[in-house]
């Protein structure tokens, strides 16, 4: 992400806070939607703790504003036609992303839903990069996996197919590559995801190897784009952890995670 805009963090939004529809509206306020979560990251100190509200509600509100462009195209092509061009670019692979990945996404009952706190961002950070340097992952493509499978962990639900954990793994596929660790832990399932990984191709094949994680290309392409993005700028990562969990129900999307709940 880029700090469009500098001075004092703004006020944070509402939880709801209405999104303007109108391409010119919808750009400035993308812009300067970005321009403060990324200031209010930086002030975020440490990155060990939960993170401030302030930082909660923007990137709500950036998450509000993303899903709002992915459900309209031609809102979106108008809208990132008036921002600065990196953003642009940025917003482009986010919304390829989150098409690609809704599409996969069958329906499912809230009831069946469990969530929980995800770990601290700078202690996934650290399990990344030890896996990065024992199997040779890069940490930005683990840190795709784990935001694209469980919104960091903070999905709990084994899937449909049975995956489990963080990092979903079929408890077949675990008992092989798991390393003999708990599926339901942070980091023995990112080492298990490097492990995995490692042992399909990557990363000299990395998509290869993605397939192997999930055999759609639509999946490959999504976690490629989210990887370029968190491996670009470091804030992008932080951004994507504070990001909730929508679930997709027969009745429509419902959020499940964050501020304002019951």
Known sequence: MLLIAGGAAAAPPRVNAPIPTHPESLAHTLVQTTADLEQAIGDWSPKSTAA???VVLQALYQQRIYRLLTRDSRLATRTFALVPKDLAKVGRDLLAAQRELY??????????????????????????????HRFKIPWNVLAAVNFVETKFGKLRSASAAGAQGPMQFMPATWRRYGLGGDVQDAHDAILGAANYLRASGAPLDLRNALHHY????????AIVRYARRIGADRTMFYALYNWQVFVKTPRGDRRVTGPGLP
């Open 52 to 54: 401030p509200q302030l």
């Open 103 to 132: 599409r996969l996404t069958p329906p499912i009952g809230v009831q069946a839903i469990r969530v929980a706190r995800a770990r601290p961002a700078t202690e996934l950070l650290s399990y990344y990069r030890e896996a990065q």
């Open 214 to 221: 999930n055999p759609s290309i639509a999946y490959v392409d």
